[in-house]
């Protein structure tokens, strides 16, 4: 047996593409602050709470916008990873008129974290790469600060 890790698999079959553990739970946290925000902008009628919830879209669609391109780099194939892989879904999150596309934003995400195979191997990436954990989630507490601060 040999001490090299094997090179991670960024494309499953089915075309849906995988990054680190740390990005996919903080791209889980900000699918869920933008559903906050989609029942915010509905229910509360007051101009401060508006204003904060645009601000707060324009960082969410920045996100969504980061891990589309991200997504698209690592694909093996990337008209798989468009057709069948929700690429597309991806890529209509990124538009910030199409708010309630970001609703499915929450379970195509969910549905990645249910299709990783090794979740030992995953405990050990937010280990091994602490600094990079803690990193994006002092970023999604910062997010959720200015959003209910």
């Given amino acids: 047996m040999s001490d090299e890790e094997p090179a991670p698999v960024h494309q499953d079959p089915s075309g849906a593409v995988r990054l680190a553990m740390a990005w996919e739970l903080f791209v889980l946290g900000i699918a869920l602050i933008s559903l906050a925000n989609l029942f915010l902008f509905t229910l509360v009628r007051n101009d401060a709470v508006a204003q904060v919830v645009a601000v707060t ?4 669609t920045f996100v969504f916008v980061i891990d589309f ?31 309630v596309i970001r609703f499915l934003r929450v379970f195509t995400v969910v549905r990645r974290l249910r299709a990783r195979a090794d979740a030992e191997a995953d405990i050990d990436d937010l280990f091994h790469n602490r600094a990079r954990a803690i990193l994006l989630f002092v970023l999604l507490l910062t997010v959720i600060v200015i959003e209910f601060g």
Avoid: F, K, N, Q
């Avoid at 879209?57 to 969410?60: F, G, L, P, R």
């Fill in 57 to 60: 879209e324009v960082s969410v």
């Fill in 69 to 99: 391109l991200a997504r698209l780099s690592v694909a093996d194939d990337r008209r798989r990873y468009i057709t069948r892989g929700y690429g597309w879904l991806d890529l209509m999150s990124c538009l910030p008129g199409l708010r």
